[in-house]
Nanobody
Framework: QGQVVESGGGLVQPGGSLRLSCAAS????????MSWYRQTPGKERELVAT????????NYADSVKGRFIISRDNAKNTVFLQMNSLKPEDTAVYYC???????????WGQGTQVTVSS
């Protein structure tokens, strides 16, 4: 059974940085594109960033383009999200999972809370 565990969230001031990690297990991680998502209370989950299985191509939501960087280490079954120049509107619970429409079906992890506040 495939699963993911997110970590690295916390409280940070506006303009600060955080690096999120997502440890994957139970499936052939290196063969699947992966994504980071985020969700705030009362809103639908939002796709933030996507990376191909080989890590050679990335896509970002317009709201984070130029500030966030998604990467992966296939040797360690881990996907990362480097978040720079954080804004209060980035406050959310962040999740990793397979990309929309993927043949890989994963349950949602517990996510990691990111709070951007002074």
């Amino acid at each position: 059974q495939g699963q993911v565990v997110e970590s690295g969230g916390g409280l940070v001031q506006p303009g600060g940085s955080l690096r999120l990690s997502c440890a994957a297990s139970g499936f052939a991680f290196r063969t699947y594109a992966m994504s980071w998502y985020r969700q705030t209370p009362g809103k639908e989950r939002e796709l933030v960033a996507t990376i191909t299985s080989a890590g050679n191509s990335q896509n970002y939501a317009d709201s984070v383009k130029g500030r966030f960087i998604i990467s992966r280490d296939n040797a360690k079954n881990t996907v990362f999200l480097q978040m720079n120049s954080l804004k209060p509107e980035d406050t959310a619970v962040y999740y990793c999972n397979s990309i929309p429409g993927s043949p890989l079906t994963l349950g949602w992890g517990q996510g990691t809370q990111v709070t951007v506040s002074s």
